[in-house]
Every structure is written in C-alpha cells, then in structure tokens.
C-alpha cells in the first residue's frame, strides 16, 4: 500500500503493524515540530534555498495527514519565526507566500479529512493576502473535530509572553482583574489559550535549541531530536519519535503530574 508518502512504499505492511502498536499504548494527544533543514537540503541538492522551503511544505502534507491518521489530536508546526524576518528579502517573500500555496493546494483535502486550521504568532507586517488566505482556511475549517493543525506562524514565544503580560496589566487596570496572576490566569492570555501543551517536541536537523518557540508551554514535554532534514522527515521517523515517547512514559510509570 501506498497511501502515505510517495517516496517510500510499505508493502511489506511494517508502518500499519507499528501504526496499530503505538495506537494500543497512550498517544501523544499534542505533538510540536521545529521544522529544520530546508535550506541544507537544497544546498546539498546544489538548489536555492527556496527550492527546500517548496520540499517542506511538500512534506507538511504527509506528516499532516500521517498525525491524523495516527490519532494526534494537535500537531503544531513552526512554519516562521519573528527571527525568520532577517533572511535575504527574496527568501523571505517567498515564505510569505507559501500558506497561500499550501491552502490553494491542500485545503480541499484537509477538508476531507476533517482537519481543522489554525495559526498563533502576530498578525504584524504580515501581507494582507497571506492573512486573508489563513483567516478564510481557518473559517472555513473551523467546524472540523479532527487533527488541529497549528500553525506558528511570525510566532516568537517571548513576545507571546509579553503580550499576554501587557494585556494582563490592561485589564487589571480595568478592573477585570483582582486576583493574584496564578498559571491558569497566564495561560488564559497566551495564543495557546485553547491547546493543551505538547506533550512531545521534535526538532528536526540536528539542531538542540529551542529557538524561542513555546517556552512557556514545553515546560513538562518530552524532546526527540533527530538529524533528518525537514524535508527528508518521514512517516517512519515520526513513528520512530511516538514510540521513543510511549517508552519513556512506560518507564516513568505514566505522565507527571
Ligand atoms: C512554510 C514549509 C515547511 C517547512 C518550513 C519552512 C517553509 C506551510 C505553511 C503554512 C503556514 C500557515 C498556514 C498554512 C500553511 C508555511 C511558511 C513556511 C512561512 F495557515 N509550510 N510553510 N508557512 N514552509
């Protein structure tokens, strides 16, 4: 069968054996991803960097529709950082035009297959057709009940916080607040306020930082680092990622907390 992925073919039926043992056992219900190494897998292919960005979003897609048929309840994707702003102008416009591409393309089929869309991070400098593109997804998908898919998108996890500390002193100043700030108040504030934390972080490339994405919510997750390029993540290192996941809470003997 080859549903999943068109680079790799499991006929001899080894990811659906996998799939059926991770679903047995507790599922990550949110997983996150820093989605590293587009540009070193174009510079090993002698391509721009462009080109690995249009590979990524390629694999978004098959990573996508593999969580959900997983059973993920989130999938959180962080697609550009405040950071991101710094690279070359072409580079960035071409970021800003990928959720456009990748909502012209996919949408449909995340329809299909219930998906609902959604994006946190900051809706500033962003071009008025990216924002239109993802608002319309995110209306149009807002009904769906299964696998959310979170984008972070001109996300940065320490300006999230400041926000949230802003507006807070706002509304005590209005009154709305007399209470001390406790954990549950903070979260009702950050992007996050709907989602459950991850309960696993994958970073893909090698890289072992977390880069400013979602400081605050990964305070309790467990991290699966793998070499493998973005675009060269496959459905079997995902697995590879939930079954290193489910080991370690069997050792631990369930979840803390
Ligand atoms: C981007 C592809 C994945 C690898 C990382 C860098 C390039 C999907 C989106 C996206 C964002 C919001 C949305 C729908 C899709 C995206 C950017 C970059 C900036 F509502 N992939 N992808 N956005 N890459």
């Given at each position: 069968m080859l549903w999943f992925s068109k680079k790799k073919q499991f006929s001899d039926g080894s990811i659906e054996e996998r799939v059926d043992s991770v679903k047995q056992r507790e599922l990550p219900s949110h997983v996150a991803i820093i989605m590293d190494g587009n540009g070193r897998w174009a510079k090993e292919r002698l391509l721009p960097r462009i080109a690995g960005h249009k590979e990524g979003m390629e694999n978004v897609r098959t990573i996508t529709r593999f969580a959900n048929h997983l059973g993920i309840d989130v999938l959180t994707l962080y697609?550009?950082?405040?950071?991101?702003?710094?690279?070359s102008k072409e580079e960035v416009s071409y970021l800003m035009k990928l959720p456009e591409e990748f909502l012209d393309k996919f949408l449909p089929e995340l329809m299909e297959q219930n998906v609902k869309v959604m994006t946190i991070g900051e809706v500033t400098s962003v071009p008025d057709s990216t924002l239109n593109a993802i608002r319309e997804a995110s209306e149009k998908t807002k009904e769906n009940t299964g696998l959310v898919l979170n984008f972070a998108f001109n996300y940065g996890s320490r300006a999230e916080m400041l926000l949230a500390v802003n507006q807070i002193v706002a509304d005590a100043k209005e009154g709305l607040i007399d209470e001390p700030i406790d954990e549950q108040l903070f979260e009702r504030y950050l992007m996050t306020s709907d989602l459950a934390d991850p309960d696993l972080l994958i970073r893909t490339s090698g890289e072992l930082r977390l880069s400013n994405f979602m400081l605050w919510q990964l305070a309790y997750t467990e991290f699966y680092f793998t070499d493998m390029l973005w675009p060269d993540f496959t459905e079997d290192e995902f697995l590879t990622a939930v079954e290193t996941f489910q080991a370690r809470s069997r050792r631990f003997g369930g979840r803390e907390e």
């Amino acid at each position: 069968m080859l549903w999943f992925s068109k680079k790799k073919q499991f006929s001899d039926g080894s990811i659906e054996e996998r799939v059926d043992s991770v679903k047995q056992r507790e599922l990550p219900s949110h997983v996150a991803i820093i989605m590293d190494g587009n540009g070193r897998w174009a510079k090993e292919r002698l391509l721009p960097r462009i080109a690995g960005h249009k590979e990524g979003m390629e694999n978004v897609r098959t990573i996508t529709r593999f969580a959900n048929h997983l059973g993920i309840d989130v999938l959180t994707l962080y697609a550009f950082s405040t950071e991101n702003w710094k690279r070359s102008k072409e580079e960035v416009s071409y970021l800003m035009k990928l959720p456009e591409e990748f909502l012209d393309k996919f949408l449909p089929e995340l329809m299909e297959q219930n998906v609902k869309v959604m994006t946190i991070g900051e809706v500033t400098s962003v071009p008025d057709s990216t924002l239109n593109a993802i608002r319309e997804a995110s209306e149009k998908t807002k009904e769906n009940t299964g696998l959310v898919l979170n984008f972070a998108f001109n996300y940065g996890s320490r300006a999230e916080m400041l926000l949230a500390v802003n507006q807070i002193v706002a509304d005590a100043k209005e009154g709305l607040i007399d209470e001390p700030i406790d954990e549950q108040l903070f979260e009702r504030y950050l992007m996050t306020s709907d989602l459950a934390d991850p309960d696993l972080l994958i970073r893909t490339s090698g890289e072992l930082r977390l880069s400013n994405f979602m400081l605050w919510q990964l305070a309790y997750t467990e991290f699966y680092f793998t070499d493998m390029l973005w675009p060269d993540f496959t459905e079997d290192e995902f697995l590879t990622a939930v079954e290193t996941f489910q080991a370690r809470s069997r050792r631990f003997g369930g979840r803390e907390e």
